[in-house]
């Protein structure tokens, strides 16, 4: 991709039915409008969301990855939509993504991080079961991560895929069809979750993935809710059989080249690609192939981490494992950000280093505090963060999947 | 500010808190059931249908779409949030605090504001009934009845400012809003337009475009009124309300399109031809256009009114987007100009501004209706042909006010009345339109299926596909 692309929200002139709605609401007054269109400044559109909801035509869900921004002016001469100027590229568009899943993709990557894989990425199936036609797997494990007596139930999940043809790679996620339906009769929405195995399976040479699942007993607020996908995965026992759509994801993926460095920093369940990752590069490691890896895993405390015993067996010539913990009784609590300040002369000399590719998952709310860190350690550096970071996004190597 | 979904009323005006209130409208909502079953959307009870249904009033909240059967759409009382020291915009108490009681001496003039566009909401659920039969798709047999929940809804939000604020008058009211019927002699809806049928899609496109447009700026004009609770019940239905609007140009426009695709594939113009292929030619648009812009502008009522002058005055209604208007907003000194017959000529004289409300607020609607009617001939301009779809005169074809028993044509000439009869036939639509867009209407219902005569829409509802199952008849 030549030009470095950003992702442009605008209004479609010939579905828009100038009813004023999504310029009453947007908190931003970044909608206009004249005697013609309705138009969205660039300049002011922070990506909120909240215009769309209340439109009553869809022509405010109109996004385009443009290497110019459109200005109001010229949004406001349009009888219809130009052109898509980007390159037919995405790849796999051509794919059928279910609405549920392009929704949950578009919101945890939302105008953030890149919007193209690592150049030496390989190339990612998409969509090759849907939730009309999905693949049934077979639990082969079912393991918890964490302590028993911690109230953070996350489990290590084994499904395995018999002779059915199901290829991911690191950073892709699969969508679970849970059973039965809802209070009003309705099939289940599709939850999404990272796989957490490399490309050849958690069992080498067999048709296999794993995944982590934290069960959810509360939202985003602290409300008690039963998650209903992340209960059923929870519950399942060996032997149990489960739908599964997907594989979805083609930017979020590993570079394949040698010496390439992974800077991964993530929360929670975010870690499941970073484990994919790391197994991958752990399995490869008599190749020699270069390229360190830093982690930063923040979670409450030790026994809430998933992964935490293994992490510790790691080599330190693979991985360099830092460990934030926010509520260890008697200590202060800390943060990744704050572990990033910590080692911020060894990350800052990575964010200057061509080889280095970047990796954010987890839990949204860290996601704002982790980019304000690079951006501070990038300025200590005299490194423009803006500039540095449209750089990242253009060349495939900051990724960022926040929920 | 969330919904209570617990309640058996959802609602967000803390409704709970209010027993005598809320036990008044409990005792509503059953004939209000009653009334939905017995003049809602026609056998349509049973079915799933992929609805929009407020989960809160903020923007996040505004728009859950999901599968509900429509008697269990919960119908409730949305207010939009308050405005912190918001004060009266126009009229002789501008500048004063907004009003969150009735005042006394405006209690019955409210009353009559209030249940009129009441009237209007379940009135168009019962003329729109039995358009289920003959949905050209899935995809608008879901917008016809999202169109139909939510003016149900509008009809809670009026009925709840009866209860809330007029007491036992107002509970009479809620119940009358039930008890009359559109189109029936002996127990009509109050305003003539709401007691026509809407016999076959075009009519209902061309309603929601128009008549609906209407409910628009009239819900404008009340959302600025000084009674706060009114003005933040209008301002909600107003984002319903678009949907409506989209729900009629979208489909006009897909008429059109059909149509001039036919006349581009089949290198024919002549109406006739056009039938004959199954699709609607344009001048039978125009003549259903011409025929429901003219009785929409009627439901403004006379240029000059003494009730609206009041109703400004008092500040219980005021103008479109008063807050955008650059005057005194007390307009005892201004001028609007009004038109006039003198001479076998339309003329424009001026007169109090105040005097002139409704004819202030019909030009502002006439100026959104033109906005959709250029969109429209954006279609047929696309396509490469010449034709244009045009909004008749104001004066066409009136029955209230300056023109009523006036003969004015499209373009605006005083005509005779032997001119009229001779050719009036070409402008309005003929029994023989009515049957023949009435042969079209056959009921298609398998998903991505469109009938012949309009195209796929542009977009899903909620982005949703096409050939998306947006009604399940189980």
Known sequence: MAAELKRQHLIDPEVCIRCNTCEETCPYDAITHDRKNYVVNVERCNACGDCLPPCPTGAI?????VATPYSVEAQLSWESLPAVEEPAAAPGEAVAIPHEVARLTAKAELATGATVPPWSAAHPYVGLYTPDRPAVATVAGNFRLTDENTESDIRHLVLDFGSTAFPVLEGQSIGILAPGNDAEGRAHHVRLYSVASPREGERPRHNNLALTVKRVLEDHEGRPVRGVASNYLCDLKKGEQVRVCGPYGQTFLMPNHPGAKLLMICTGTGSAPMRAMTERRRRRLALNEGGQIMLFFGARTPSELPYFGPLQKLPPALIDVQLAFSRVPGRSKEYVQHRLLAMGDQVAAWLKDSQTFIYICGHKRMEADVLATLAGLAKREGLDWPTLRSMLCREGRLHIETY | ???DYASRIPNNVNLHEN???QRALESWQPKYLEWWKEMGPEGSVGYDAYL??????????????????????????FLAPPEANRTIGFGTHKGQPVWNEVPGEYRSTLRRIIVTQGDTEPASVEQQRHLGATAPSLYDLRNLYQVNVEEGRHLWAMVYLLHAYFGRDGREEGEGLLERRSGDSDKPRILGAFNEKTPDWLSFFMFTFLTDRDGKYQ?????????DPLARSTRFMLTEEAHHLFVGESGIARIIQRTVEMMKEHRVEAPDQLRRLGVIDLPTLQRYLNFHFSVTLDLYGSEVSTNASNFYSMGLKGRFQENNITDDHVLTSTQYPLPEISAGQITHKPSSALGTLNERLRDDYIV???????????VIEKAGLPDRLTLPHKGFHRQIGVF????????????????????????????????FVQSLMKRVVAPGQYAGYIAPPMRGIDNRPADFTYVRFN
């Open chain 2, 1 to 3: 500010m969330t919904i």
């Open chain 2, 368 to 378: 959104d209706c033109q906005a959709g009617v250029d969109r429209w001939n954006k």
């Open chain 2, 19 to 21: 027993k005598t209130l």
């Open chain 1, 61 to 65: 869900d109109t996004w385009r990855n």
């Open chain 2, 52 to 77: 929009r249904t407020a989960v809160s009033v903020d923007a996040k909240g505004w728009a859950h779409f999901d599968y509900v059967k429509m008697p269990d759409y919960r119908w409730g009382i």
């Open chain 2, 219 to 227: 819900l404008a004009a009340l959302a600025e009124s000084g009674f």
């Open chain 2, 404 to 435: 009523a028993g006036q003969h004015v044509s499209p373009d605006g000439k005083v005509l005779t009345e032997a001119e009229w009869k001779a050719k009036s036939p070409q402008w309005l639509p003929s029994e023989a339109d009515h049957a």
